[in-house]
């Protein structure tokens, strides 16, 4: 699968380049963004460098990575991330937005956008996401694309899932 620009009501969400690496640093430097998935801010040169491995591509054929940025209209400001990491019919998604943008409901909107994306998708039967129980807002955003939280745990966080197709 290779990503293409997906349009919502106030978002573009745009293909990933090394070039996003820049403004991105900006939009993730919050220490508060690592609350519940560890880690610090990245420099802008470790973000290109990392954005470089995403964009290469899965080292596994067999495993696509899918990145977009969050640009909004019509500022064309970026706002954060979404991704999904396709294996055979299942994609694992993930979304994160920028502190000053929190709390508008863009994370929301990017998680519905792109699970409508890859529904479209006939080979993708269910979409997954990973969330720590203490983390609300995540489980609001998982919940707004169609994902419910199942009984399965992975590195203390809860499965959530949505079926698209029987």
Excluded: C, K
């Excluded at 040169?45 to 969050?70: C, I, K």
């Excluded at 409508?116 to 955003?141: C, F, G, M």
Aim: no cysteine.
């Amino acid at each position: 699968m290779d990503t293409e620009l997906i349009s919502t009501a106030r978002l573009d969400l745009v293909p990933l380049s090394a070039a996003h690496a820049e403004e991105m640093a900006t939009v993730l430097s919050s220490p508060a963004l690592h609350t519940f998935t560890g880690g610090a801010p990245l420099t802008p040169a470790a973000l290109r460098t990392r954005y470089e491995r995403l964009v290469a591509g899965s080292p596994d054929p067999a495993v696509s990575w899918l990145n977009w940025v969050l640009r909004l209209r019509p500022d064309a400001h970026l706002a954060g991330t979404v991704q999904a990491t396709v294996t055979g019919s299942e994609a694992e998604i993930a979304w994160v937005v920028g502190a000053p943008w929190q709390g508008r409901g863009l994370a929301s909107e990017a998680a519905q956008g792109l699970v409508s994306w890859l529904t479209a998708h006939p080979a993708i039967r269910t979409v997954v996401a990973h969330i720590h129980p203490d983390h609300q807002a995540s489980a609001a955003v998982a919940t707004a694309a169609g994902l419910t939280p199942t009984d399965e745990w992975q590195d203390g966080e809860i499965r959530w899932q949505r079926a698209t197709r029987p």
